[in-house]
């Protein structure tokens, strides 16, 4: 197991499921190990970014300009749970309709045209193809 995955999984804790104001089912996924920061995701946008090969734990992580950001890994690989849940291509930017980028639902998650140069989902599915093919 590589430096990442362990650091990644050596405190982590299992998401809380709970029922949203719409009756569906829904997780708070731990961004902390002491239990003080959560996402909120759908168990579908949660699966989701689980079968795309992201098994890290989710976490905070800065942008560097006052912002924060869930985040996780699939290997070395760091991604943004919001971009794999919307199904975010290259060039296109995530936003946040409540402005609360914690909350990863689908109706808060929007996609514009924008400078993000990647799509984390297909970054994620080569990663995984390249693996099982033993290309590592």
Not at 44 to 52: F, I, L, N, P, T
Not at 64 to 79: C, F, I, K, P, Q
């Amino acid at each position: 197991m590589s430096t990442t995955a362990a650091r990644s999984t050596r405190h982590r804790r299992p998401p809380i499921r709970f029922r949203d104001e719409h009756g569906r089912e829904c997780l708070k996924v731990p961004l902390d190990r002491f239990g003080r920061k959560y996402a909120t995701a759908t168990e579908r946008g949660y699966q989701a970014v689980q079968e795309a090969g992201a098994t890290g734990a989710w976490y905070l992580n800065s942008n560097g300009h006052g912002g924060s950001y869930v985040r996780t890994h699939a290997g070395e690989t760091l991604l943004m749970p919001a971009r794999i849940i919307a199904g975010a291509k290259a060039r296109s930017v995530v936003r946040y309709v409540n402005g609360d980028p914690l909350d990863l639902r689908p109706e808060n998650i929007i996609l514009q045209r924008g400078a993000a140069k990647r799509a984390d989902a297909v970054i994620v599915a080569d990663s995984v193809t390249a693996d099982q093919d033993g290309e590592w």
